[in-house]
């Protein structure tokens, strides 16, 4: 049984699905969060310009 566990502790095979899948996690979570900034940026942008257009008035000739 202990020869099992050591063999099980050496064995380092998935290791590498391991390191990739996390790093595939982290960069989706910066990805989700820097999309949710620049969202939330946008929307402040396209509120600005709004308010500012619907206070010019046009003079009618």
Do not use: H, W
């Not at 095979?13 to 989700?32: C, K, P, Q």
């Amino acid at each position: 049984m202990l020869s099992l566990i050591n063999r099980f502790r050496s064995d380092e095979r998935g290791a590498s699905a391991t390191e990739y899948a996390m790093l595939i996690v982290f960069v989706a979570l910066a990805i989700a969060v820097g999309a949710q900034t620049l969202g939330t940026d946008l929307s402040d942008m396209f509120t600005k310009v709004g308010t500012t257009l619907s206070g010019i008035n046009i003079p009618t000739p």
